[in-house]
Structures are given as structure tokens and as C-alpha cells.
């Protein structure tokens, strides 16, 4: 499957939006691993409808103004598995946390809490598939692949405060 790609501007940095015919198929950070996502991201193409979508969607998102999106998805990567977890990150609420036990046990697999984690760490599709709002049982701050800095500002956007965003990182 081919895709294409281009870049926009957010408030957390340049983001790499890459489609297939099919629909989004990553939202990518602008230091991201190139193997955390094994996505070849295609020639550009700024006028791609999909792409052309998810970056209205997503700027609309960062000025405060959509708090649900609607472009179509494509989590053409991963294992089954991890894919499963990637469609359940959709079901969070905006301006809603869960822990990775929760989404564990939402999944029926309760003892499945590092492998939940480590499919969480290699969503293709950030911010829309939203495993910024993903946290600690404790209900701190864990590892994210934009960065802790990027998940807190991504929760406050969304209105989460308290606990979930007392954490020490450096921004």
C-alpha cells in the first residue's frame, strides 16, 4: 500500500501526516523514532483530501474548537494485537484519562498491562488516536513518544487537571 505525506505546524511541534487511499494512516512527531512507526511516509502531497482534512481537524483541535474528530483511519501497521489497543484509545472521551490497566481490563486481557504500554507507545496515529490520554495507575504522567511535555499540554487543551498532570519532566 503506498502512502503520501506533508508536514504542518501545532503548538507542539511539526507534525508528519501521512494517508493512504484508505485514510490517515499517522500523525507523526517531528523528532519521532523511525522505528517506533515502520511507516514509509510516500512523496508529498499537500492536497491530498485526507491530509488536507486531518490538518483542518487538527488545527481546529489545538485552537480549542473540535473535541471529536471525524476523519477516516487507517492503522495499517502493527500486530493485531496492537491494533486492537489503537481502536480502543478512540473510545476515551476528550477531556477523559485511563490508566493502562483500564484499558487492559477493557480489552478482557486485566494481566495484559506492559503489552497494553507497549502498543500505546506505537500508535501511528497520535493525537487522534489519543494515547495522550493514557497515564500511570497512580495517575501521573508515563512515557510518551512526543514527549511528557507535549502529552501535559495536550491534556490541558483538553481540560484535564489535578494529579495526571503533576509530573516532573523537562520542557
Known amino acids: 500500500m503506498s502512502h503520501v505525506h506533508k508536514t504542518m505546524k501545532s503548538p507542539i511541534g511539526q507534525l508528519t501526516l501521512v494517508a493512504s487511499d484508505r485514510g490517515l494512516a499517522a500523525v507523526l512527531w517531528e523528532h ?99 494515547c495522550h490520554r493514557v497515564i500511570g495507575s497512580s495517575g501521573k504522567l508515563t512515557g510518551y513518544a512526543g514527549g511528557l511535555a507535549a502529552k501535559a499540554l495536550l491534556l490541558r487543551l483538553e481540560g484535564v487537571a489535578g494529579d495526571a498532570l503533576n509530573t516532573r519532566y523537562v520542557a
Do not use: M
Not at 517506533?36 to 491530509?51: D, E
Open 32 to 130: 519521532d523514532d523511525q522505528q517506533r512507526v515502520r511507516i514509509v511516509a510516500g512523496p508529498v502531497a499537500t492536497g491530498h483530501p485526507v491530509l488536507v482534512e486531518t490538518e483542518r481537524q487538527l488545527t481546529e483541535y489545538f485552537a480549542g474548537e473540535r473535541k471529536v474528530f471525524s476523519v477516516a483511519l487507517d492503522f495499517a501497521v502493527g500486530t493485531p494485537f496492537q491494533q486492537q489497543v489503537w481502536r480502543a484509545l478512540l473510545a476515551i472521551p476528550f477531556g477523559e484519562t485511563r490508566s493502562y490497566g483500564d484499558l487492559a481490563r477493557l480489552l478482557g486481557r486485566p494481566k495484559a498491562v506492559r503489552a497494553v504500554g507497549a502498543a500505546n507507545g506505537k500508535n501511528p496515529i497520535a493525537i487522534i488516536g489519543p
